[in-house]
């Protein structure tokens, strides 16, 4: 998008705020990240997720709120941080993903030059989905990579209707495409008409491995022995059981976009 997002990226409908701007959305923009995020339990336990909670809260200039400039409510939160990103990781962007990005968003806490933006994760309230708002809190992020003086945005992109075909492989879920040409998935479809780029999959941007009795907790349902593996409900690949636990590699889609 060229207009400035701060400005009311889909007409004058919406602002777009930062947390370091409006501290008493701080909550709330929490509650919202956690609602979006309540189906799907599992992907909140992995390796990085208190390297995850220390780096969203440590950049509050960089998280962003769209806002309903009539009523203001908030529409959604947009989670993401400068990361360092080294030339060889920008050539051939890594499988590890979500994961990675955290890594590499500590990295930047810890003193290292920040390069890039990290887009980690878009929440939208459900009094808003289906009205366009996605794309006004990607524009923030590309106006939150302008004001920061980074090079570009990266956003490992979780394809949502990729849990409809959790047994594809995310590379023969990325090749399909509608007749226009662009990606079959909404959110996909979203970067790339506000401009990102697809680049490449990340096969392992999420990894949740833990013992069966936990899955069983998420499941629902007792895992039977005979099971090699299973799928879960809002999973975007399937359980693999390896003795006495589950390994869930999710994938992802690599997306730039330009400040």
């Known amino acids: 998008m060229a207009q400035d997002a701060r400005s009311g990226a889909t007409g004058d409908r919406f602002d777009i705020v930062t947390r370091a701007e409006r501290e008493d959305l701080g909550v709330l923009m929490e509650v919202l990240a956690d609602h979006a995020w309540a189906p799907t339990p599992f992907i ?95 524009a923030g992020f590309k106006d939150a990579a302008r004001r920061l003086g980074l090079a570009g945005v990266l956003a490992p992109v979780r394809p ?25 998935d909404p959110w996909l479809r979203t970067h790339v008409r506000v401009g990102g780029r697809i680049a490449r999959a990340a096969r392992r941007a999420v990894v949740v491995d833990q013992e069966l009795d936990v899955w069983e907790i998420w499941l629902g349902r007792p895992i039977q022995p005979s099971e090699a593996s299973f799928e879960i409900a809002g999973g975007l690949a399937p359980v693999y059981v390896q003795g006495s636990r589950g390994r869930y590699e999710e994938p992802a889609v690599w997306v730039i976009h330009s400040p």
């Not at 909140?44 to 997720?49: A, F, G, M, S």
């Not at 849990?163 to 990606?183: H, K, M, Q, V, Y």
């Open 160 to 184: 949502p209707l990729k849990a409809s075909c959790p047994g594809t492989s995310i590379e023969e879920f990325l090749a399909r495409r509608g007749d226009n040409g662009l990606p079959l």
């Open 44 to 138: 909140y336990v992995n390796d990085v997720e208190e390297l995850y909670t220390e780096v969203v809260r440590a950049n509050a200039a960089s998280t962003i709120g769209v806002v309903e400039r009539a009523t203001g409510r908030l529409a959604a939160v947009g989670n993401a941080a400068p990361i360092a990103v080294r030339s060889d990781d920008l050539a051939a962007l890594p499988d590890g993903g979500w994961e990675w990005q955290v890594v590499r968003a500590k990295a930047v806490l810890d003193g290292e030059p920040p390069t890039h933006l990290g887009a980690f994760a878009v929440s939208v309230s459900p009094l808003f989905r289906g009205q366009g708002v996605g794309a006004v809190a990607l």
